[in-house]
């Protein structure tokens, strides 16, 4: 760019003639000169030198609709260094930005849940690591079916048109439940011949069987990503298998594992531009059952037990992984009513849906929201509500 020649910018008339009588032509021979030398070489005064320098930085930067004219206002003050490198960073700036827009970085996944996609600004970000957390049966799977369902529609109808990798760690994906909220939201797809079908073979479901089948199929998966056109990654669930780890006396042994499993989805999103979901289950932090599960209550058969777990539930995978994901989603259920609450998210507010789980998967039963602050922003609550009652999901 900064050799750029000032014969070929299509400068004003009588710019160009000054220039090229002194000499100067190259953005750099422009550009190089302090203002009050670039007076003193056109023999004019500073507002015809700095109209000088805002013409040439205009044409000197890359193309663009809005930026250039106010780069160019803005380097008119600065030093020879300064301005050459504004100019080289405003290039790699832009270059940058228009690979991220080639790659779908800067896209969403809608979920059509049109309240939740406006606080997302869109749907699940590309490109990023999004967490799903809540206790057992209150609808993580349901919405990571639809998620799945999402990304292999066509673009005409608001999908992403490519395939899905969903690691199933607790044998809960459903192919029925999946063409039944297809049928139920896409009526249509159905009237096309061999369109179900299709979409249906672009899922590739994974079930490894142990922490270390799960690292193992996650080391081989980069390559298989970028060459097959996958367009979404779903983990349901990691901590799955933290909970087996523990039952077996090995929690020392997960703890590097997970950590490692963590940043390779993490550069896994940002390496192949793609959204990666994750569901994360919940456990309780009170002093008698510290590391239970919730879906281990009634197993133990302690009633009283449950009361104490609903109140005290906190995310299973700790601090660390809440820190690395970009959006989590908390799943909860109290006053009878079962809620998503953006519980981070970097350009939302702390926000709430009521949702139902129907045929057709999860619907919001208002777009609204409902603002969340204070400590319900991070806590995660069960209560006054039958989980048992979901839809089955049947393979």
């Not at 190089?32 to 700095?50: I, K």
Request: proline content about 5%; charged content about 20%.
């Amino acid at each position: 760019m900064a050799n750029k020649l000032v014969s070929d910018m299509c400068l004003p008339p009588h710019l160009a003639h000054l220039l090229a009588a002194r000499r100067l032509t190259t953005a750099k021979d422009v550009l190089s000169l302090p203002e009050v030398e670039l007076m003193s070489l056109l023999d004019a005064g500073l507002a015809t030198a700095r109209d000088a320098v805002c013409h040439v930085s205009e044409f000197a930067c890359p193309p663009c609709q809005t930026v250039p004219r106010l780069a160019s206002l803005a380097i008119s003050g600065l030093g020879v260094s300064e301005r050459l490198m504004f100019c080289d960073r405003f290039a790699q700036a832009l270059a940058l930005l228009d690979e991220r827009v080639r790659l779908g970085g800067g896209g969403r996944l809608a979920t059509t849940l049109c309240g939740l996609d406006e606080a997302l600004g869109g749907g699940i970000p590309l490109g990023k690591l999004t967490e799903v957390v809540g206790p057992s049966g209150i609808g993580k799977t349901q919405f990571c079916l639809k998620l799945a369902l999402l990304a292999t529609l066509p673009e005409c109808y608001g999908g992403l048109n490519g395939r899905v990798v969903y690691i199933d760690t607790e044998s809960k994906f459903s192919s029925r439940r999946m063409i039944e909220i297809c049928q139920k939201s896409f009526p249509q797809i159905f009237r096309q011949e061999g369109l179900a079908q299709k979409m249906a073979g672009r899922i590739l479901v994974m079930r490894p069987a142990s922490l270390s089948d799960f690292t193992k199929s996650l080391e081989q998966m980069k390559v298989t990503l970028l060459q097959n056109d996958v367009k979404l990654l779903i983990v349901d669930s990691v901590a799955a298998f933290m909970s087996s780890e523990n039952e077996r006396g090995t929690t020392g042994f997960t703890q590097h594992p997970l950590r490692w499993a963590l940043s390779f989805l993490k550069s896994i999103a940002e390496l192949t531009r793609i959204p990666v979901v994750v569901s994360n289950q919940v456990r309780s932090q009170s002093n008698d059952d510290g590391y239970h599960y919730s879906f281990e209550v009634k197993r133990m058969g302690d009633g009283d037990g449950a009361e104490r777990l609903e109140s005290h539930l906190v995310a299973a995978l700790g601090i660390q992984w809440a820190h690395a994901v970009t959006i989590r989603l908390v799943f909860e259920s109290h006053s009878g009513q079962r809620f998503i609450k953006v519980a981070k998210s970097p350009m939302s507010p702390a926000v709430a849906f009521p949702f139902i789980v129907e045929s057709s998967g999860i619907t919001l039963l208002n777009d609204e929201g409902i603002d969340v602050s204070g400590p319900e922003i991070t806590s995660i609550r069960c209560q006054g509500q039958n989980l048992l009652g979901l839809l089955p999901l049947e393979n």
